[in-house]
């Protein structure tokens, strides 16, 4: 099956950071996709990305500097988590998974994947993504997966947090948010919506958030300092609540895909002290993932 039109695949040589990420660093946030001939798309899927094999997931891992992924299951996957459990078989202790899950898996199901190295599930709002799920159908997933002492990973706008307040409150497990919730640039640190973010994030103790993707949110290109003010406001007020990820292989580019060097190269500039980026890029992803 051919790419969706306008699909742009992940860079083919990122340069080498300049910025070294301390021992033991994890890319929390990663995907693999297919390759769609040993781990097809599936139908229900919303874009058909290039395929995105582990074996490449792996190559940039080290190339970047790091040491561990965690791979979070993509829409284009939906609810069949095979590609995602055989990266996990392949890394061993270098990678941890979130997964896609529908009310239909068992507790076999759950097992199996608890088994492979996943500590999570997805939770997806964002429209152009996925067909929305009931709130009573995810509800009765978080409590199946809350013994499991699994999280889970949302993602959402933070523009919507007033209405989906009290949902993400009701939630028995810590969560973690994709993407510092996709802030607005143009409204800037000083705007309602982000304040009204950093507000939450103050009272929800056990709420954590990806400082990723600032190549989505820019509205000037790399190397993304436009993006730099939220990371980092983010990342002084709740240094032991922040992970960092890639988001390789980067789905829905709408212009370029973005160079892994460069994004790796903003750590410090989000994350300014060397106990900063050791807590950012080890000791928290290995407190909700690894322990
Ligand atoms: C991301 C972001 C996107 C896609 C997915 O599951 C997905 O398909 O997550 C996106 O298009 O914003 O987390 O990589």
């Known amino acids: 099956m051919a790419m969706s039109a306008g699909y742009i695949p992940f860079h083919p040589n990122p340069s080498k950071p300049k910025y070294k990420p301390p021992a033991g660093a994890v890319d929390a946030h990663c995907h693999v996709f297919g390759p769609e001939a040993v781990f097809p798309f599936a139908p229900k899927r919303k874009y058909t990305p290039c395929d995105a ?8 891992r080290d190339f970047l500097g790091f040491d561990k992924n965690v791979i979070v299951q993509a829409t284009c996957h939906d609810t069949d988590n095979r590609a995602l ?4 078989r392949s890394a061993g202790d270098k990678a941890r998974g979130v997964a896609f899950v529908g009310e239909d898996i068992t507790d076999a199901g759950l097992k199996e994947l608890d088994a492979a190295g996943v500590k999570g599930v997805r939770f997806n709002f964002i429209k152009r993504l996925v067909d929305s799920t009931p709130k009573d159908v995810m509800q009765r997933i978080a409590t199946r997966i809350a013994p499991l002492g699994w999280h889970i990973v949302v993602y959402f706008e933070h523009a919507d947090l007033d209405e989906m307040g009290p949902f993400l409150k009701s939630l028995p497990t810590p969560l973690v948010f994709d993407h510092m919730a996709c802030p607005n640039v143009k409204e800037g640190v000083d705007g309602k919506h982000f ?4 507000k939450a994030l103050d009272a929800n103790k056990t709420w954590i958030t990806k400082v990723t993707c600032p190549e989505r949110f820019t ?3 790399p190397p993304y300092d ?3 003010p939220f990371a980092r406001a983010i990342v002084e007020r709740f240094p032991d609540r922040v992970i960092w990820g890639t988001d390789w292989p980067h789905p829905n580019m709408p212009k370029e895909a973005p160079d892994d060097g460069l994004l790796v190269d903003m750590i410090p500039k989000i994350a300014t002290t060397a106990e900063q980026q050791h807590k950012l890029l080890v000791d928290n992803p290995m407190r909700i993932y690894w322990s």
């Open 53 to 60: 094999p582990k074996e490449t997931l792996f190559q940039r």
């Open 85 to 88: 459990v055989d990266a996990l």
């Open 195 to 198: 304040q009204n973010w950093l």
């Open 219 to 221: 509205l000037v290109g």
């Open 226 to 228: 436009d993006v730099v």
